[in-house]
């Protein structure tokens, strides 16, 4: 008997031997289990190994409210009814039925959920010992283990992925601000915006709205083609907005993603549409800005080629008329009108005195100056009657012109030994004769200015004589509309009509630098709007 | 912008290649899964997803991809994406997808490459 004693004992030391190396080995290959299903399958696997001539069972219960769900289904039959929960702080419960042969255990898990298991001998005969029993109890420990370890690898693959996405946020909210500020792409940076924020806070769509006014201008939809309204509710959403240029721009978000379902937004998610929001706003002020900048630039180049243009065609001086005193001037505004004057002397001993004035400015008007003065010089030579001249000159200046462009032009040849002048005013502001007598004889205009109408109106020309001592002033409208800082023009209270008659220097320059200075006393700190052009006359002998 | 997601797919070579267009969101990304499920379980080891046509992932449709790649793992499989956009593949990179995927630049190329691995 003491031997079968000690025989005993010693199978019974090997059983649990080995239970406990089948014990280490299980549990290394259980902790390497994904899944739930796969660590059931693994555990099952475990337990087969022990109890070859068995059907297992495993089952699974989240929560006491919800029904067992079978995960491993070896045919241990309708294993939930033979299942007792744990009573009171127990975190396990076996049963053992010895008349259909069934080990029964409920182990409650960490997480508070149910493992349920039942062996079910194949050959009834087979009898369930202590030993079996404890070694289910242990094994069943080991999958509760196992099950902390999955929970655990889990928790921290989870713990990674949510520290990855912030890193992520972070990261495409730095990146989403550079690239809404790249003054060059073609996309517009509220649509990328609208995407980005999308993305980031996993909203399964969004639209960006521009309403000016209470009134609908735009719309961009995420994913495009969305039809909203039928697919979102109003409550889930985040909203973010901003108004730039009397547009306002509100960027709204609809449904938190997550893999159980729609989940509402978190406070990061609306810091995120705010920061993605803000960027967006600076991008447009920036785009505004740099817009401006081009346009100032390009206006800037403009001016700077329209004054060479000027520059070039007015001349450096005038010429020397025996028996006359002459000085002109053109004072340029900054955006550069079409002013133009000149004395050109001619081969048949006569000078043509010009001066002329573009509708319009920069440098189209400067190149339909430059045309004038091509022309004029051209047919001057020509020694056809003035009326006639004119009358080219309109034909020539029309082709050269585009719809709003016209040159207003007062022409003079003088005749120097007889003080004969023939004149012809083409819509420009009347000239000033100053008589010896006092009297001012004016020129007023005698027909349509140049390049209005392409048609052969009648353009009359009338002669004159000036006499020792009279002055002739010709000027543009930069002259007489000259503002001050009212924007009241300077022909309203200073006439230039007195400043001729009562101011006779005897120099011309000195005419016109007094005008000059006359002008600018009246216009005091206001900027110049348009070319100021004069030019004087006065016959000395 | 982007449109409402769609795929196709085929096999060439005993490969998936999956191609999708649009968002790659949790509907997106349930799609994809679920192609790929149903070749996975009949043997399938060797995955192409072709991004071409999609330029913006959030992180569900990123978790559908990592546990396909996982899956894949598990049975000495790999999972290439091919014609991926600067600013998604920058996504992929810091949510960790190209420690254990590959990435060619189209899809021929990633049937070379697979064709090298063997």
Redesign the interface.
Known sequence: MAINKRASRTTLADRLSRQIESLQGGFRKLSKA?TLKDLAAQFAGVVQGMFPAADIDLVYRPDKSVQWQKIIDSGAGDVEKFLALPSGQASSACSVDEISKRICMVQRLVDKSLIGMVVARRRPMTKNSDVDVVSLRLFIHLFDNAYQELLYRRNEKEL??LL??R??QL??LI?TGIEVSRLDQDASPQ?LAL?RA???T???KGVLRVTSGGHLKEE???????LLQHTVSKTNRIASSFTFAENTYTFELFEK???SGILPFENTDQLLLDALARQVHASLENRYLHEQALEKQKFEQDMAVAAAIQKRILPTSLPVIKGYDVAGINIPSKSVGGDYYDCIPLRDGRYALVIADVAGKGVPAALLVSSLHAYLSAYLESTIPLAQLAQRLNKVIFRASTDDKFITAFVALLSPETGEIELLNAGHNPAYLLRNDGNVQEFRAAGLPLGMLDMDFPLKSERVTIGKGERLLLYTDGITEASDERDEFYDVHSPLREFFIHHKPDRAEVFIADLISDIKRFTGSAAQSDDITAFYLQRTS | ?????TLTSEMRDNRLIISTS??V???GGEAIAKEFSRHFSSGTKEVIINLAQS??????GM?FL?EII?QLQ?VNGKLVFTNVDP?VE??LT???LFRFAGKERTVEDALKSFSQRK
């Open positions: 994904a990674i992925f990855n996405h890193v992520l990261n495409s990146d649509q995407e999308a993305a980031l996993n909203a399964s961009i939809y995420f994913p495009d083609g969305l993603e997550s893999r | 912008m982007e449109q409402q997601f649009g968002y969101n949790n509907l330029k913006v992932v959030n992180s569900i978790s990592i996982e598990e600013a920058k996504m810091i949510m960790g």
